[in-house]
């Protein structure tokens, strides 16, 4: 299969017939289209998410119309107009996807970002914050590991 300009993918072949059901695409927007801080190594090395990484809005686009994406994500790099872009493609393209931001500590989140839907997630990220919010988005952390009763 050939990816487009600045899309990167794990092999994991053999890997969607989890337990816990298919592997789910997490589609992550970063300038350069990669993972220079190493945000996202982490949830990359997990079996049940496919992370694809795209560079801009407009190749973001093009993966939600390719891809059963399950979430996008937008790196700290992306501007709020590159976000204000992504979240149009999203509604037009997947709407009811769930959208998280990370931003820099100091940096602002628009009011209508909340209005839409978006999650916003602020560095520096603690060791694994990034993962299980994502699992939390996904409602993976709602379900009860098998052989197990969900706590009340």
């Keep these: 299969m050939l ?3 600045g899309v990167t993918t ?3 072949a053999g890997q969607a017939g ?3 059901g298919a592997v789910r695409t997490v589609l992550v927007v970063a300038p350069g289209g990669g993972d220079p801080d190493g945000l996202f190594v982490e949830l990359s090395a997990r ?3 496919l992370v694809r990484c795209v560079g801009s809005p407009g190749a973001a686009e093009g993966e939600l119309r390719s891809w059963p994406v399950a ?6 790099g992306v501007s709020p ?5 992504l979240l149009a493609a999203r509604e037009r393209l997947r709407p009811g996807t769930p959208v998280l931001v990370i931003r820099r500590r100091q940096a602002g989140a ?3 970002w909340t209005r839409r839907g978006v999650g916003v997630l602020r560095c520096p990220l603690l060791p694994g914050a990034l993962s299980r919010s994502v699992d939390v ?3 993976l952390a709602a379900r009860p590991e098998p052989g197990r009763r969900a706590r009340r």
């Design 3 to 5: 990816l487009g300009q």
């Design 10 to 12: 794990r092999d994991r």
């Design 18 to 20: 989890l337990a816990g």
């Design 47 to 49: 079996a049940e998410y």
């Design 71 to 76: 979430l996008v994500v937008a790196s700290p």
């Design 81 to 85: 107009g590159d976000v204000g872009l």
């Design 110 to 112: 628009p009011a209508v």
């Design 137 to 139: 988005v996904l409602g």
